[in-house]
């Protein structure tokens, strides 16, 4: 059974920087390509970012390109989000999240292609 566990959000200023981290264990983790979704108040769970299972392939949300960073060490089993110019917008509940590839596809953007969540971390903005 997989295990995800997210940690590192918190209450920020605006325009500050943070690190999000998802520890990963219970299966092989680089069979799996990890993906970034949050979801603020009110509103759906979207999509942030995603990263292959050897971390050479990226994509971003177009609301966060530039601003955010996926990146994955598989020898730890862990994925981060590194987060900058952080926006009162960004505040939201973040979720890290496993997907075992179908196709040639190296990740998803679709949430529901995902099969493992973490319980989510908390990230907070002010103004």
């Known amino acids: 059974q997989v295990h995800m566990v997210e940690s590192g959000g918190g209450l920020v200023q605006a325009g500050a920087s943070l690190t999000l981290s998802c520890a990963f264990a219970?299966?092989?983790?680089?069979?799996?390509?990890m993906g970034w979704f949050r979801q603020a108040p009110g509103k759906e769970r979207e999509f942030v970012a995603a990263?292959?299972?050897?971390?050479?392939?990226?994509t971003y949300a177009d609301s966060v390109k530039g601003r955010f960073t996926i990146s994955r060490d598989n020898a730890k089993n862990t994925v981060a989000l590194q987060i900058h110019s952080l926006k009162p917008e960004d505040t939201a509940v973040y979720y890290c999240?496993?997907?075992?590839?179908?196709?040639?596809?190296?990740?998803?953007?679709?949430?529901?292609?995902?099969?493992?969540w973490g319980q989510g971390t908390q990230v907070t903005v002010s103004s």
């Open positions: 999240a496993a997907g075992f590839p179908r196709g040639l596809a190296p990740y998803s953007i679709f949430s529901y292609e995902y099969h493992y």
């Open positions: 219970g299966r092989t983790f680089d069979s799996y390509y």
């Open positions: 990263i292959g299972r050897r971390g050479t392939r990226t």
